[in-house]
């Protein structure tokens, strides 16, 4: 299994302000992922994070508000831009690995924006 | 496009007895994953179990067990002796059988468990 850490736990944030949130993973991973888990809700995926090349991206994220870097395999960060209150949510990073049908998740980050 | 519905948003069981949390699916693939993971309090998701839709045999992982019915879309998940520790929320989660590991998830159901 990967163990999976993400920085900051929680934060509250300002409108219009920026906040990045980073994932490591104590091995070497082939895919990583950020979902968003909004108040009460269940989880939607936000992105693929992709080593060496942008993210893909799915229906309703755009680059401009959630970019995503992954310099190498075990780590990757998700910027929230310009924030405002429906942004307020959990945010968590998972990961894959090779040919393992698992994915396995970090704790969250919990943000609120006010 | 696939999707995963859960239509119990809260259930309760006591503790020792048995539950059911129900989840249905809609997906036009023959083959494919699905799951079910637990995110107790402190967020983190954990896989609770999985099954392989080729797989006829309902798959089980102690307490936890499945019925998988593919011809009906539909995927439970039966806890037995239930403890206090297994309250949490319940997701059930679809992916496909390829290599980009993407899951859908269903909307959750809470278990409450009574001492």
């Known amino acids: 299994s990967a163990v999976i850490s993400q920085k900051p736990s929680r934060d509250i944030c300002q409108r219009g302000t920026s906040l990045t949130i980073q994932c490591q993973v104590d091995?070497?991973?082939?895919?990583m992922f950020w979902y968003r888990q909004q108040p009460g809700q269940s989880l939607t995926l936000i992105a693929t994070?992709?080593?060496?090349?942008?993210?893909?991206?799915e229906s309703g994220f755009v680059i401009d508000k959630f970019p995503i870097s992954r310099p190498n395999l075990t780590f990757s960060t998700l910027t929230v831009s310009n924030m405002s209150p429906e942004d307020s949510s959990i945010y968590l990073c998972?990961?894959?690995?090779?040919?393992?049908?698992?994915?396995?998740f970090g704790p969250g980050t919990r943000l609120t924006v006010t | 496009a696939q999707t995963v519905t859960q239509s119990q948003p809260e259930m309760s069981v006591q503790e020792a007895e048995t539950v059911t949390l129900s989840c249905t699916y809609d997906?036009?693939?023959?083959?494919?994953?699905l799951f079910w993971y637990k995110q107790p309090p402190s967020r983190q998701m954990i896989l609770v179990i999985r099954?392989?839709?080729?797989?006829?045999q309902n798959a089980t992982e102690n307490r936890f067990s499945v019925n998988f019915q593919k011809a009906a879309k539909s995927f439970s998940l039966k806890i037995s002796d239930s403890q206090l520790g297994d309250a949490a929320m319940y997701f059930c989660?679809?992916?496909?059988?390829?290599?980009?590991?993407?899951?859908?998830f269903g909307s959750g159901t809470r278990l409450l468990v009574r001492p």
């Open positions: 998972s990961v894959g690995q090779g040919n393992s049908y698992e994915q396995y």
């Open positions: 091995s070497q991973v082939t895919m």
């Open positions: 994070a992709n080593q060496g090349s942008e993210a893909t991206y």
């Open positions: 997906t036009s693939e023959s083959d494919y994953y």
């Open positions: 099954q392989e839709a080729y797989k006829q």
């Open positions: 989660a679809y992916r496909w059988m390829d290599s980009s590991y993407k899951l859908i």
